[in-house]
């Protein structure tokens, strides 16, 4: 009899969640996401390891799946098995015609980059990175990059959250919505990561507005691309490798983060425009509206 109450309660419980979830899938995925990869760098900082370039352990790697894994669930519990097919699909999208351009785009600032300071004196710099074992070599690294940081982070952000909003906002703040909760996720790397205990309020500064300005990008191409987690998982990838190895350090990431700035800045001057010819004429219903707190515009 007791075996019987535990399995309803236990239902029940299942119920609940399932429930909560369905009518808060964005709080949901956050949570989930956040405790995933928190739950893994937390004991990381409270150890008092850091991550260093080519060292394998200790590493912050696993934790950057959070976001994939917490998109993962959270859809299997309010979409089902049609709800993972999309999510799969959108995954594996590869038909995006000229958004491509976007990879070699972000790789040529690298490249002018390191034209500018001489090239490198080490090759090995070009595909050494925090966390990951230089023993793997550079095709394993880039591979293991692109499958932990790149998917990981994307099939989250852009995935699920960014499509979510995108679905009642604009690609801009969109784009600011996701960033804050980006930022604030990144905050135990701040104690694990030996490249983030380099910033100083400056660089901690420079590194909130160069992620801002990622996020617009990224969305703007995820949205562009007709929903491609592959594409923005690459773009990811490789303007991580234009801006965070050891081959990167000091111009190279200025050049390729001044770039993204830079893009970013466009995107949100073409979305406001936009938005601007799309918008129904203003009627003297409509500003009497604004005049009396009823009036809502939505930007970008």
């Not at 979409?79 to 491509?100: E, F, H, S």
């Not at 965070?244 to 200025?254: E, K, L, M």
Request: hydrophobic residues 50%; proline residues 4%.
């Amino acid at each position: 009899m007791e075996t019987v109450e535990r399995s309803r309660d236990t239902a029940a419980g299942h119920r609940r969640v399932r429930s909560i979830m369905v009518r808060h899938p964005l709080a949901a995925y956050l949570v989930v996401a956040y405790a995933l990869s928190w739950a893994y760098w937390v004991p990381l900082a409270a150890s008092s390891r850091t991550t260093e370039y080519g060292v394998g352990w200790p590493t912050h790697m696993p934790g950057l799946v959070g976001p994939a894994i917490s998109a993962v669930i959270v859809t299997g519990v309010i979409g089902g098995r049609a709800g993972l097919a999309d999510l799969w699909r959108r995954l594996t999208r590869w038909q995006c015609g000229r958004w491509w351009w976007s990879i070699p785009a972000i790789l040529a600032a690298g490249a002018v980059g390191l034209a500018v300071t001489g090239g490198v004196s080490d090759t090995s710099d070009l595909a050494s990175y925090h966390g990951i074992s230089s023993s793997f070599g550079p095709l394993w690294a880039i591979a293991l990059v692109f499958v932990i940081n790149g998917v990981g982070e994307e099939l989250g952000w852009r995935g699920f959250l960014a499509d979510h909003l995108l679905q009642r906002h604009g690609c801009t703040v969109t784009s600011l919505l996701v960033a804050v909760v980006w930022a604030l996720w990144h905050i135990p790397l701040f104690l694990v990561s030996g490249s983030f205990q380099d910033f100083g309020v400056a660089g901690v500064v420079g590194w909130a507005i160069g992620l801002t300005a990622g996020s617009i990008v990224l969305t703007w191409l995820y949205r562009g691309s007709g929903a491609s987690v592959l594409l923005v998982a690459l773009w990811h990838t490789a303007f991580n490798y234009t801006s965070a190895t050891p081959a990167a350090d000091g111009a190279v990431a200025a050049i390729s983060s001044t770039v993204v700035m830079g893009a970013a800045v466009a995107v949100v001057i073409v979305e406001r425009r936009l938005a601007r010819r799309s918008s129904p004429p203003r009627t003297s219903a409509a500003a009497a509206g604004a005049g009396d707190g009823r009036g809502c515009d939505r930007c970008g």
